[in-house]
């Protein structure tokens, strides 16, 4: 096992109509906050009326910005720097999927600097601090609202970039099972994919065999966001499959399936990216395209891995680990037809026009070459190749 | 899944050669502290001189409390309290086993107020602040670097009781597996017996099936520290092993593993602690032989979780609970043997003489009470039997 420093700053409030703890729990953070959801369903649900009576009975004043879209836009989180400075608030609160927590992170480090917040993103400058974040997740996926990182996209030039700092971490998460039963079924398979997706990378590019109480984590989280998927698809308010897929997903991304494996890396997420910066696609669809190709591809440069996990999620046996593998993923793909998931980028609405492909490509790059991920052009267009056949 | 609030506050730095770090991580709580350590190990290991140079280096000044045993005792914590009240030292640092560090827990929390600390035990006073505490393992077992519960013995009247609070989670652990290697055989198995327990009482006393996910995380993790003992057992110096064995035992009590459980118990913890009031027994000896008579106790109410987890754990099947739970048991007490584990109370130089077990079973009271654990002193008289059988 590598070294690792482990230390979790973020108190998690697991709790059924959790969001009525949400202004006595913003109040511990700052008494004037700025709210940042999403573009329809905080206030179709009626749920924007409860957050902002909870937030009036503990005696909290806030600032409203809302309509942040998935493959959130580095606009909207200028004008909410823009907003948290006038205004001075103390806190930043989200409510919504994974775009409006990360919105929300880049303007809670972003209000503490005067620079560009997009800086950030091209490694031009760190994060020294940033306000005090309350995260309330109302679609289980992302496990922003337990982790370091944030995603955020540059209309200006389609760069969609994701990196992480540890003052990103969430002061509080408020974990209500019952927001997520609003989200659709395809919200909620994507959201489940982009979690197992998390965990796959992690499995896969850990090159060591000995990592064994980390591959055991990481698949028994798979397997319960899979079963989870299976419970929550005939029923959409079933609390327990509900509950498993969020607790799952934050636990996803927590740092546990990490530490203690060294330099991991996110190779399909990297590709996802590139695609969603170019297309306003979500973010999990191009995962389930993507997490099967990069796993052929993985699987042909070094399968025993890949058979690793086959074995692990599938409880897989084979005489070599090139057919386990091979195994693995055709059950893999298999699952997610059964789920309705895209399986290929024509899915997607994505025929490789001329040119396409190429472009996807070199907007990866940056992404690669901020994470030090060692990924060619070649190696990325390979992967769409596959996405693509 | 039940509602929770998950807060872990420790940072936890799991490093190759960490104690080097000591003095450092020190110098973060405190200029001056209390250095709490064990009967022989840290000395003859050469390691109290590496603590005191990293100490020295870091400009940290420190006094010392040594001879701290199995079953640690509350006249050398009240020694303990007077010396940090008296030299008014910042913080504790404990060196050692689970003892070590739970003296030190006792210690950090009668260091900040004036009445005996047995009245925590006694559950008559309340821990309302601790000094900050910092905890190197030497032996892997009680995870009582990454948890907030502590077990002392009053020697006065044979008691030994254990308790939690949130304020004696230690502020670091340094978690360094080359600690751990200078543990005999005996110790090492002792230690992941603890762990295993733990995990498997959190298991069993969930009366729900529906924890899917907290199961998997359980077994996943008792699966890696039986693994990790058939590694370390013929190579005592395995650091693969020893680095499983140390942070699969951290995990075991992080609080992973009853999050969203709801109310879970330890009874087998219950019988173990009373008899180790009474005898001065290693902790996990106890539990070796009180483990697989509680779950045969357990089996005999309501086979199902018992069954549940020897299926999760070693991928029994057969046609009915009860079947299937006492094959996990028989599976479990042949590994036990395996590796050399006392399997009765005979072994462990315990034939129940005349009112012995009645003695114990009336020492197990309080701890019951304390506990809130609806077992009645029939119960545990019926546990105690099956472990002498």
Chains 1, 2 share one sequence.
């Not at 919504?96 to 091209?122: E, N, Q, T, Y």
């Not at 029923?235 to 740092?255: E, F, K, M, Q, V």
């Not at 692990?312 to 993923?329: E, K, P």
Request: aromatic share 6%; net charge positive; with cysteine.
């Amino acid at each position: 096992m590598f070294n690792f420093v482990f230390h979790h700053p973020t108190r998690v409030i697991f709790q059924r109509r959790g969001l009525t703890r949400l202004g006595e729990e913003c109040a511990r953070l700052a008494s004037k906050v700025l709210l940042v959801y999403g573009r329809r369903s905080l206030k179709a649900s009626g749920r924007h009326r409860e957050v902002c009576a909870s937030l009036a009975t503990a005696g909290v004043s806030w600032l409203e910005l809302g309509g942040i879209s998935p493959n959130p836009t580095l606009s909207l989180v200028r004008r909410g720097i823009a907003l948290a400075r006038e205004y001075g608030v103390g806190a930043v609160v989200a409510v919504g999927g994974g775009s409006v927590m990360d919105s929300a992170k880049a303007i809670a480090a972003g209000a503490c600097v005067k620079h560009d917040p997009w800086l950030f993103f091209r490694g031009k400058k760190s994060i020294k601090r940033a306000l005090p974040l309350l995260c309330v997740p109302t679609l289980a996926g992302s496990g922003s609202e337990c982790n370091p990182g944030m995603v955020l996209s540059n209309e200006e030039n389609g760069q969609k970039i994701g990196i992480g700092n540890r003052h990103l971490y969430p002061a509080t998460a408020i974990l209500d099972p019952e927001l997520t039963c609003s989200s659709s079924w395809r919200q909620t398979l994507f959201g489940a994919v982009d979690s197992i997706c998390h965990l796959a990378e992690f499995f896969c590019t850990d090159p060591s065999p000995h990592h064994r109480l980390q591959d055991r984590l990481a698949a028994g989280l798979i397997r319960s966001i899979m079963e989870s998927c299976e419970r929550v698809r005939p029923n959409l308010n079933d609390y327990p499959g509900r509950a498993t897929l969020l607790w799952a997903s934050s636990l996803a991304l927590y740092g546990l399936n990490s530490a203690g494996r060294g330099r991991i890396h996110f190779p399909a997420h990297l590709v996802a990216h590139a695609l969603g910066g170019r297309h306003d696609l979500p973010h999990g669809a191009a995962l389930a395209v993507l997490l099967p190709a990069w796993l052929k591809f993985e699987a042909q440069r070094n399968p025993s891995r890949v058979a690793a996990l086959a074995q692990a999620v599938f409880d897989l046996s084979a005489s070599d680990a090139s057919t386990m593998a091979t195994r693995g993923i055709r059950r893999w793909q298999s699952w997610l037809r059964g789920m309705d998931a895209p399986v290929g980028l024509i899915d997607l609405g994505l025929p490789p026009g001329p040119g396409e492909l190429e472009a996807i490509t070199a907007h990866a790059a940056p992404q690669a070459r901020l994470w030090r991920l060692p990924y060619s052009e070649d190696d990325i267009a390979r992967i769409l190749a596959l996405a693509a056949a």
